[in-house]
């Protein structure tokens, strides 16, 4: 079997993942039902209650179209300079490419070396260069975002005894960048300066609850505007929406434990063959050295590692629940 043959044989199989992967992650039908339910009830619902929730629904979706411009059309370098920022680091996009080209240099050289034949080499350089630095931008993004998710109910409590205090808003938002460390107050320290240099305290923490994209920091948002549209006590709705955010998480830790036995499995499955080749290879390198040059062990390697990914992709879907 030649090369040409080899090469549409693995992006068959790379077009089979995608599909897969395409299928699993699709539009919630769950979702979808539940938004349909909803405008049926609020457009033929005669309840009070029903009907000004459906106004604050339009008020509330007629701000975000009113900023969503910002954010739309944003190009491939513009999403990932958001990805960067999110970590907190200040990387420029430079240090991703780097991260990328050297990676890709550095496998790419040792498996020519070995022996391995030329598209192996791109294949695996690629995979490798490409996939590990855009993984661990996601594990720090990830990491922050527990950082500020774990803080920001004391930031809420915070903001609300500022608010009982007689306090403005807006002061009481610079008192938590400065008393609240950590990326809680980096990003209300953020909406700080957004506000002296001219934008409005709604614009200021939308452009924060869309780079940080936690369902958290978006309950904020939602609650500061619906208190604009209807009035009442905001110390008291805070203090509320803080002991939701409370609660909230300590399900989530609640189910992490109560999971974290097939999250076990599931890392111990995954990892074994990976584990297995290394340490037959370190022992014998000779009898897996046909994997990076005998054609026939290189298409069963790219099979085995295909349904392998698609395992580990079902195996996480099956562990990760939604709150």
């Not at 089979?16 to 919630?28: D, E, K, N, R, T």
């Not at 001219?198 to 948002?221: I, V």
């Not at 998480?249 to 999971?259: F, V, W």
């Amino acid at each position: 079997m030649g090369m040409m043959q080899i090469a549409m044989l693995g992006a068959g199989v790379l077009a089979v993942v995608l599909l897969i992967i395409f299928a699993f992650v699709g539009p919630s039908v769950s979702k979808a039902t539940a938004r349909r339910l909803d405008k049926v009830k609020y457009r033929h619902s005669d309840n009070a209650n029903v009907q000004v929730e459906a106004q604050m629904k339009k008020a509330l979706s007629a701000r975000r179209k009113t900023t969503r411009p910002k954010g739309e059309n944003m190009t491939k370098m513009e999403i990932l300079a958001i990805r960067l920022e999110k970590t907190g680091k200040n990387w420029p996009l430079s240090y991703f490419f780097y991260a990328v080209g050297g990676i890709f240099t550095l496998l790419f050289g040792v498996l020519l070396i070995k022996g391995a034949p030329l598209l192996l080499c791109v294949f695996v350089g690629l995979l490798v260069g490409a996939g590990l630095p855009h993984f661990v931008v996601g594990f720090m993004i990830s990491r922050r975002v527990g950082k500020f998710t774990a803080s920001f109910p004391d930031a809420i409590e915070l903001l609300v005894r500022g608010l009982r205090s007689g306090l403005p808003v807006t002061e009481t938002i610079g008192v938590v960048a400065k008393e609240i460390g950590g990326p809680v107050g980096e990003e209300f320290q953020k909406v700080v300066d957004r506000i002296k240099i001219g934008q409005t305290m709604e614009d200021a923490l939308q452009e924060s609850a869309k780079r940080m994209d936690t369902p958290e920091f978006k309950f904020f948002c939602i609650t500061l505007a619906i208190q604009r549209e209807t009035g009442g006590n905001l110390a008291e709705t805070l203090s509320n929406l803080a002991e939701v955010l409370r609660k909230r998480g300590q399900m989530k830790l609640k189910i992490k434990a109560m999971s974290s036995e097939s999250k076990a499995s599931a890392y111990i499955v995954g990892s074994l063959p990976f584990i297995v080749f290394g340490l037959v290879y370190s022992v014998n390198p000779t009898y897996l050295a046909g994997f990076f040059y005998e054609e026939r062990l290189i298409i069963a390697g790219m099979g085995g590692l295909t349904w392998m990914s698609i395992g580990v992709f079902i195996m996480a879907k099956m562990v990760s629940f939604e709150i």
